[in-house]
């Protein structure tokens, strides 16, 4: 069970980090099971954190977008900085801080596998993106950001498009090579069909992909064959 005189030095090491408010940093890692469980009113959990950590890091990820890929149209920047900052990308975020072993939880919440919860543990990844917002300002915050979240925006940009992706990067590598993607099945009932595309480069078979439909087995078939070059 976790400490709470242990946890904030914890993770102040890990962000090599040192808060002059040291409340700010208990109360983001504190989960709202924890504060109902121990019925103790004047320790907030980190949902106020959170709420402001979301907003500096929408600022700070858009900023970056905009400074970054001036060829993007709005619709690509929002979608981008959507894939950037979603619940998954950002409870991966999390887990490099070790943050899910760091929380105050209750036991309840404890016993339900809170800790590798994504939804408990992004959202404290904000709630600590707010702490260290209030307690050094932005730069701090950002300085969280840029190495947690947008440490990889390249690998997100290439899957909000991977085919197209994957085909410029074939074609960089010289030479004319043909891709193609082949159906192989299309399986279950007419509301839940499943589709098995196979991806072949110059007639080897390179990846395969699966989807609802064969628009979205094609780009995932797209996505494992950049991830595998």
């Keep these: 069970m976790n400490d709470l005189k242990n946890s904030p030095g914890i993770l102040e090491k890990k962000l090599e980090y040192t808060f002059r ?18 019925k103790i009113k004047k320790m907030p959990c980190n949902e106020r954190l959170e709420y402001l950590g979301d907003a500096v890091l929408e600022l700070v990820s858009s900023e970056y977008i905009f400074s970054n890929y001036p060829e993007l149209p709005e619709g690509k920047m929002s979608t981008l900085r959507a894939s950037l900052v979603c619940e998954t990308a950002l409870a991966q975020s999390a887990g490099c801080l070790g943050l899910g072993d760091l929380l105050f939880l209750g036991k309840g919440e404890e016993l339900g596998g809170g800790r590798q919860k994504p939804s408990v543990t992004s959202d404290a990844f904000e709630a600590l993106i707010g702490a260290l917002y ?96």
Excluded: C, W
């Design 134 to 229: 209030l307690d050094g300002g932005m730069d701090t915050a950002k300085a969280l950001i840029y190495k947690y979240v947008l440490n990889d925006v390249p690998s997100h940009l290439a899957m909000q498009d991977p085919k197209t992706a994957l085909q410029e990067k074939v074609q960089s590598e010289g030479n004319t090579h043909h891709i193609e993607y082949r159906l192989i099945s299309e399986t279950g009932p007419e509301h839940d069909k499943e589709f098995l595309v196979e991806l072949y480069i110059d007639n080897e078979k390179i990846s395969e992909g699966k989807g609802r439909n064969r628009k979205t087995a094609e780009k995932m078939a797209a996505a494992a064959a950049l991830e595998s070059r």
């Design 21 to 38: 408010n040291t409340s700010l940093l208990t109360e983001a890692l504190t989960h709202s099971s924890f504060t109902h469980e121990q």
